[in-house]
């Protein structure tokens, strides 16, 4: 099934399935909410850096998990913010979630975005060159375990710049 995966940008139909895989990945409601609410969110939202992963190509083919990057900064330069990923639970560990977080840091840097960061498992994220943000001077606002929060720089020619993450006010930090 792992050759006939494709990643692509979300589209209007893919909405409530994305919700249906935040849900069954999460086990709660709160990260399905988030994504729900960084969609309506004009200052978050970045049109083509919400994707998803599917069976194939065809229409109507399954969506099997999903990836959202939204605007938010570090100190006063512009970022994004990785998450939620999601993968249908019977798929996770199965290279979805990696295949749709590649195709998202890949649709960003193409659109010539320089910085993401985000908080999440420190064993997970350094396989996509994520490393921990405090060594570069970037701070969190709330707590947070040190080695969760994570940033990367999508053009080795910018360096990380150091400041404190804003969030988009959907994540409620």
Known sequence: ?????????????????????????FGREHEADIVDKLR???TA??????LVVAESAADGAAVLGHVLLTRGGIGDTPALCLGPVSVRPELQRGGVGSAVVRAALAAAAA????????????????????????AYGIRLSVEAPDEAVMALALDE?????????????????
């Open 157 to 173: 020619a910018h360096p990380l710049p150091g400041g404190m993450i804003r969030w988009p006010a959907a994540f409620g930090i």
């Open 111 to 134: 659109r010539g975005e320089r910085y993401v960061v985000l908080v999440g498992h420190p064993e997970y994220y350094p396989r996509f060159g994520f490393t921990r943000a405090s």
């Open 40 to 42: 309506a969110d004009e």
């Open 45 to 50: 939202w970045i049109e083509g850096l919400s």
């Open 1 to 25: 099934m792992g050759n006939t995966w494709i990643t692509r940008a979300e589209t209007r139909a893919d909405i409530p399935v994305i919700r249906e895989i935040t849900l069954a990945a």
